[in-house]
T-cell receptor, first 114, second 115 residues
């Protein structure tokens, strides 16, 4: 069974530029999550989707971050415009259903904002 | 928000030694998960615990969901060099009834194994 796929793996941009990350969850997983992991810390949830609907986006900085999962499968996370403090690893995870089921993570996208 | 206290922050051990790390919280959790993260990769699920008192093994790894639902530990027996990495505990806080909170992570334990 294929795992969670993410691209790109690395991205370097200048501040105020835009960037987008893509995620394809494990087949059949209805719930998709985007996390931000700053160096030396555990991942922090940005947004949770159940199929194509948003369940929780309370920690998403909506003035610059946006995410969509239009067809309930793959998802895109966008940052526009990027700030220096957005430098982090952006992880996508999926689980079979919402609730307390285990989440499976992709390899992440490492973003450096200069 | 909910916080998990994970200890120790780092460990330096000799190959063959056993390792123990734990996670505690001031509030009740519904789920405890243990992940390992290698440099440049995403966290990989090692063990998932869903019931208080549950003890689960995965090869040389053993983890338990504390009876109080406020703690969990992970043991690694007979460590080998490829055990090197960052280990994270994570859990879903109890939010009342059948509700659950968002997955919360500990700060991680950095494990170094000397051959």
């Amino acid at each position: 069974e294929a795992g969670v796929a993410q691209s790109p793996r690395y991205k370097i941009i200048e501040k105020r530029q835009s960037v987008a990350f893509w995620c394809n969850p494990i087949s059949g997983h209805a719930t998709l999550y985007w996390y931000q992991q700053i160096l030396g810390q555990g991942p922090k949830l940005l947004i949770q989707f159940q199929n194509n609907g948003v369940v929780d986006d309370s920690q998403l900085p909506k003035d610059r971050f946006s995410a969509e999962r239009l067809k309930g499968v793959d998802s895109t996370l966008k940052i526009q415009p990027a700030k220096l403090e957005d430098s982090a690893v952006y992880l996508c995870a999926s689980s079979l259903e919402a609730g307390t089921r285990a989440q499976y993570f992709g390899p992440g996208t490492r973003l450096l904002v200069l | 928000g909910q916080q998990l206290n994970q200890s120790p922050q780092s460990m330096f051990i000799q190959e063959g030694e056993d390792v123990s790390m734990n996670c505690t919280s001031s509030s009740i959790f519904n789920t405890w998960l243990w992940y390992k993260q290698d440099p440049g990769e995403g966290p990989v699920l090692l063990i998932a615990l869903y019931k208080a008192g549950e003890l689960t093994s995965n090869g040389r790894l053993t983890a338990q969901f504390g009876i109080t639902r406020k703690d969990s530990f992970l043991n690694i027996s007979a460590s080998i060099p490829s055990d090197v990495g960052i280990y994270f505990c994570a859990g879903h806080p109890f939010a009342g009834g059948t509700s659950y909170g968002k997955l919360t992570f500990g700060q991680g334990t950095i494990l170094t194994v000397h051959p």
